[in-house]
């Protein structure tokens, strides 16, 4: 390749000890023969990456295939992107090589759990301060591996703190907006009674069945805690999600009401919420630890004991 017109610098965002070259609309690429210096042909693994390596980048890298362990849960919130809410779960990572952190969005975040091992393909990177962490694309895939190491000591990190609340759920509102498999865009007129549906989109416009379609959960979970006032809190996608998964196999994924109907007729819940009032995490009270006593369910115990191992 010939560039002409193009800048070479010495900033060193994609590759530690090379250079980048920037290119503007001014630049012209041209298809050479014969380079005239010694040179070597790309590797097929170049797009491979370690932590070490993701932590040498700048920011807006983008980070081809990557094995990391997921250590550790920092943040939980909802935010809102050209006029949609979308969820981001903020992780600690690491592989024998370092740590840093992974933002996951929207329909990414019900594929990964703490303390598993996955292969990230197609991330990007951005600067949390003088750090170079992760974020998922909407192109990103998951897969899930095993064997991925951690350095031999772990730096403590600060989490954002959650609340445990215990008690029967007094009013509950679940919103399930319905999105195309295809294109992803939301539909308002989907019949969770109906077997197959017609696309929304002019665009794409495909009849498919109902049960394809994508869900996205939002709402409100209004819990009356024992001698204490009761508690309204915001539910988020992953929330509903991991409720649905876990003590709703059978029931219909699009139908709001019915799983508002579930959720009312526990006799208790418990519910874990964070300092912004976003559920992280609940389910029926007999299936987590007794709360009477306070206690953190064993999972999140677990995660946050091993970061303090030297
Ligand atoms: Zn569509």
Redesign the pocket.
Known sequence: MKFVDGRCVTRRYSSPGGFDVLVSSQSRLYAFGDLPFPHRAPSRTSDRLTVVDVLGLGPRQRVGVIELKVLQLLDNQVVEIQGASMELKCFEVCDSTGQTALSVWDRLISTVQLGQCYTFCSLTTRKDGSRTVLTTTPSTLVTATTGVGQPSSLRQVTVVAEEIVCGPATAVKIVAKPR??????GQDQLDVKCSTHR???N????L?RTPAYLVTYSGVLIVAPRDVNERSMALTNSAVMGFVKEFCVACNVHDGPALEETIMALPELVVSVNAEGLVVHFAPAMAMADCSLGDIPDAEEASTSYLLED
């Open positions: 195309c498999p295809r294109c992803h865009a696309c929304e989109s665009i794409c416009s495909m498919q």
